[in-house]
T-cell receptor, first 113, second 110 residues
Framework: DAGVTQSPTHLIKTRGQQVTLRCSPI?????VSWYQQVLGQGPQFIFQ???????GRGNFPDRFSARQFPNYSSELNVNALLLGDSALYLC????????????FGPGTRLTVT | RKEVEQDPGPFNVPEGATVAFNCTYS??????FFWYRQDCRKEPKLLMS???SGNEDGRFTAQLNRASQYISLLIRDSKLSDSATYLC???????????FGAGTRLFVKA
């Protein structure tokens, strides 16, 4: 079975632009979570979605938004990019909502210049 | 105080050594605990869940101490391939938020 997939792998954007990152969970998994990881830190929780509904939100500004589609794939949108948004964005899928074992995709490395 | 704290290391150990990491958490309502490993510039991979009764998987043993609010990971007979950053994960206590520690770096040397 395919694991979690994310696209694109790398992305370079300019301050003020908007970006959309995509994630497809493991087949049969209904929950997707998004994380931001900067160098030297652990992943920081952004959102969890389950059955197309937001179930959890971390301490990120409203510039960050996400959605989940009927096929359980998900998009993370970031508006008005700042230099500090440069990071590895990780998507994790789990079978159910809540705190269960999560399986991560390879991430999207976003660089904001 | 941080919600989840780990000793950043690095821990430098020879092959075959036993090494242990601790991770403390601040929220007594936390119920779910995990250990992940992350190789350089790769995604985190689930290593094991941590149950109240402890959990063992081959050379790896995880334990939970609720009274002192920490979880531990013990690695026996260290291999070169165990070199990685080990991340502890704790739920925030109610709801759907997970908190990762900053990680403990382990280097196993021949």
């Amino acid at each position: 079975d395919a694991g979690v997939t994310q696209s694109p792998t790398h992305l370079i954007k300019t301050r003020g632009q908007q970006v959309t990152l995509r994630c497809s969970p493991i087949s049969g998994h209904k929950s997707v979570s998004w994380y931001q990881q900067v160098l030297g830190q652990g992943p920081q929780f952004i959102f969890q979605y389950y059955e197309k509904e937001e179930r959890g939100r971390g301490n990120f500004p409203d510039r960050f938004s996400a959605r989940q589609f009927p096929n359980y794939s998900s998009e993370l949108n970031v508006n008005a990019l700042l230099l500090g948004d440069s990071a590895l964005y990780l998507c994790a899928s789990s079978l159910l909502a809540g705190i269960y074992e999560q399986y991560f995709g390879p991430g999207t490395r976003l660089t904001v210049t | 105080r941080k919600e989840v704290e780990q000793d950043p290391g690095p821990f430098n150990v020879p092959e075959g050594a036993t090494v242990a990491f601790n991770c403390t958490y601040s929220n007594s309502a936390s119920q779910s605990f995990f250990w992940y490993r992350q190789d350089c510039r790769k995604e985190p991979k689930l290593l094991m869940s941590v149950y109240s009764s402890g959990n063992e998987d081959g050379r790896f043993t995880a334990q939970l101490n609720r009274a002192s609010q920490y979880i531990s990971l013990l690695i026996r007979d260290s291999k070169l391939s165990d070199s990685a950053t080990y991340l502890c994960v704790v739920d925030k206590g109610g709801g759907f938020k997970t908190i990762f520690g900053a990680g403990t770096r382990l280097f196993v040397k021949a």
